[in-house]
């Protein structure tokens, strides 16, 4: 069965320094998504790709994040510089054009 | 920001026991639909219920929607250690967006 493929699962950072998250969706799903989960909470969305042009991006912190989706397949989510509150489980999920969201394993982050 | 709202936030019961959470949310929606999480991992699809449906049934999952209420429960019955994990609510408002709710975490003890 296919899956959403992220890496990497774990990552330990200090603060202020720049981290990255690779999201490879289920082949053909043209639609894909960023989450964050901070611990004890549900995920909130951080923007949504529709091939590879944005469609929602009003809750990304613009001024430390950014996604990117250039071929409209694989997706970048970055962070720079890091903070103590980015400290988080980052999410990814595709669709194909239905309602159903398929999640990735999803990146355990940890700002020290 | 988060529309849903689960209750109870926890719940512990015998395996063998059924187990039922409800979800409230405040807008108008598409449809709504219900995930897992085991500990530390991704969320899985359990069942979607669109909002013109009252009742929806997947194996020993049962899921009802109330729109009047702006509600939805969620039962699993005849509990196993395997359903141990966090259960989320989620609400498709607005195109195929999903607003998620805190979850409830069921402990199912052997």
């Known amino acids: 069965e296919a899956e959403v493929a992220q890496s990497p699962r774990y990552k330990i950072t200090e603060k202020s320094q720049a981290v990255a998250f690779w999201c490879d969706p289920i082949?053909?799903?043209?639609?894909l998504y960023w989450y964050r989960q901070i611990l004890g909470q549900g995920p909130e969305l951080l923007v949504q790709?529709?091939?590879?042009?944005?469609?929602?991006d009003s809750q990304l912190p613009k001024d430390r994040f950014s996604a990117e989706r250039l071929k409209g397949v694989d997706s970048t989510l970055k962070i720079q510089p890091a903070e103590l509150g980015d400290s988080a489980m980052y999410l990814c999920?595709?669709?194909?054009?239905?309602?159903?969201?398929?999640f990735g394993p999803g990146t355990r982050l940890t700002v020290l | 920001s988060q529309q849903g709202e689960e209750d109870p936030q926890a719940l512990s019961i015998q395996e063998g026991e059924n187990a039922t959470m409800n979800c409230s949310y405040k807008?108008?929606?598409?449809?709504l639909q219900w995930y897992r999480q085991n500990s530390g991992r991704g969320l899985v699809h359990l069942i979607l219920?669109?909002?013109?449906?009252r009742e929806k049934h997947s194996g020993r999952l049962r899921v009802t929607l109330d729109t009047s209420k702006k509600s939805s429960s969620l039962l699993i019955t005849a509990s196993r250690a395997a359903d141990t994990a966090s259960y989320f609510c989620a609400t498709d408002a607005d195109d195929y967006k999903l607003s998620f709710g805190a979850g409830t975490t069921v402990t199912v003890r052997a």
């Open positions: 219920i669109r909002s013109n449906e």
């Open positions: 999920a595709s669709s194909s054009y239905t309602d159903t969201q398929y």
């Open positions: 790709f529709q091939d590879e042009s944005v469609v929602d």
């Open positions: 807008t108008s929606i598409n449809n």
């Open positions: 082949s053909g799903h043209a639609t």
